[in-house]
């Protein structure tokens, strides 16, 4: 039972261009999400985050909107770069449980063509 | 310095055998997680550890055991390794109740042949 989707495994995107990848959620009860950036042979690195209290929240070129009443957000990158290209994992997590670890979504793979 | 070291990097080895993978943070966090990345890509959380207590268990097979010695590491041992264990292992760690994410190792690359 995937508790986080993210439905597009692929993205290509003009550098310069805006690339906005997109996370669905199932379980209401998250209050926190994560996006994380990974390139291959590394581990995740953190990204961005918001918590259910906001709508957006926004660091430099990376914005994060949350829709709460679609579980839905999305993370816009603008301008893109060529060193953008990685793949995107969403996570949630219930921060207010405590323990509750971070639940990932599949990734979603970006290009980034120059 | 890295702050989430993983040993090794890759290892490749014969169905039945027994491995460890090791993890160590100089981050001072007091949590700390063990995820598998499988062919279909999914992160999911295996074991997670706070100042060397269990904390999260999911329904991992008996074979997989997490030792936490002390706070900074958290090492998996498998025993009588399959084949469907062949994934990627993460290591991860974080300040619980600080909500800033958790910083991953690079992985680990099982392969079992």
């Known amino acids: 039972d995937q508790q986080v989707k993210q439905n597009s495994p692929s993205l290509s995107v003009q550098e310069g261009r805006i690339s906005i990848l997109n996370c669905d959620y199932t379980n209401s009860m998250f209050d926190y999400f994560l996006w994380y950036k990974k390139y291959p042979a590394e581990g995740p690195t953190f990204l961005i985050s918001?918590?259910?209290?906001?709508d957006k929240n926004e660091d430099g070129r990376f914005t994060v909107f949350l829709n709460k009443s679609a579980k839905h957000l999305s993370l816009h990158i603008v301008p893109s770069q060529p060193g953008d290209s990685a793949v995107y994992f969403c996570?949630?997590?219930?921060?207010?449980?405590?323990?509750?670890?971070?639940?990932f979504g599949k990734g979603t793979r970006l290009s980034v063509i120059a | 310095d890295t702050a989430v070291s993983q040993t090794p990097k890759y290892l490749v080895t014969q169905m039945g055998n027994d491995k460890s993978i090791k993890c160590e943070q100089n981050l001072g966090h007091d949590t700390m997680y063990w995820y598998k990345q499988d062919s279909k890509k999914f992160l999911k959380i295996m074991f997670s550890y706070n100042n060397k207590e269990l904390i999260i268990n999911e329904t991992v097979p008996n074979r997989f055991s997490p030792k936490s010695p002390d706070k900074a590491h958290l090492n998996l041992h498998i025993n009588s390794l399959e084949l469907g264990d062949s994934a990627v292992y993460f290591c991860?760690?974080?300040?619980?109740?600080?909500?800033?994410?958790?910083?991953f190792g690079s992985g680990t690359r099982l392969t079992v042949v």
């Open positions: 918001i918590s259910s209290i906001k």
């Open positions: 996570a949630a997590r219930i921060y207010s449980a405590g323990n509750t670890p971070l639940v």
């Open positions: 991860a760690s974080s300040q619980l109740h600080v909500n800033y994410g958790y910083t």
